[in-house]
């Protein structure tokens, strides 16, 4: 950007990063946040700006993605395959058509869970064939139609990339007050285990 400032010749007043900043998923554990900062205003104050240009930046799904999660329903079992009753046209088109791996754990009103996972497709309500995600997510073996699942961090997009395909996409909303089930800004580097354990520790479902 500041090799572009340059040729244009012009004097800029906003320098605009765009997003990009993370959340965290299972297999992807981002550095802290205070990482990203840090290289940004050293990037920025070596650019050839005037000293009251302003820098924005937009923190998109590092700032929301762990504020929503999606609670959906196991309508049918075949194998490994587990069908939802929320799918690619409603909350989870990153989970499909990005091939998004979202922390996922079982939800069961009564009985006890096998302590054993496996690894499960997911697929929609449409019958849609792009109404697929491969995953693998890794679930309780023994789950079974009636059980439901809670999908967490799709608080960037979910809403957004809701559609209302074949009168699907109809969703209820509820408000609750814990904390995050899955939290970035809980890395520090100060932490006494690594980033890594404490993610690991964060997607095990609970017993």
């Avoid at 609750?176 to 980033?195: C, G, I, S, T």
Wanted: charged residues 25%.
């Amino acid at each position: 950007a500041s090799k572009m400032i340059r040729r244009a010749g012009v004097t800029v007043d906003v320098v605009n990063v765009g997003g990009g900043f993370p959340a965290t998923y299972p297999g992807m554990t981002p550095p802290p946040m205070a990482a990203y900062m840090e290289a940004i205003r050293a990037g920025f104050d070596d650019m050839a700006v005037t000293e009251n240009a302003e820098l924005w930046c937009e923190p998109g799904r590092a700032l929301v993605a762990d504020a929503e999660s999606l609670v959906a329903r196991v309508e049918l079992r075949k194998g490994d395959a587990l069908y939802l009753n929320d799918g690619a046209f409603g909350r989870l088109f990153d989970a499909a058509y990005a091939d998004w791996r979202f922390p996922i754990r079982l939800l069961r009103g009564g009985g006890e869970a096998s302590e054993t996972l496996a690894p499960f497709r997911l697929f929609g309500p449409t019958c849609d064939s792009f109404d697929a995600m491969p995953g693998p997510f890794e679930l309780p073996e023994d789950i079974r139609e009636g059980d439901y699942v809670e999908i967490g961090s799709i608080g960037a997009y979910g809403v957004a990339m809701t559609n209302r395909f074949n009168g699907y996409g109809l969703f209820e909303r509820a408000e609750v007050q814990d904390e995050p089930w899955v939290d970035l800004y809980r890395f520090r580097a100060n932490d006494e285990e690594p980033a890594e354990a404490q993610a690991a520790q964060d997607f095990r479902p609970p017993v």
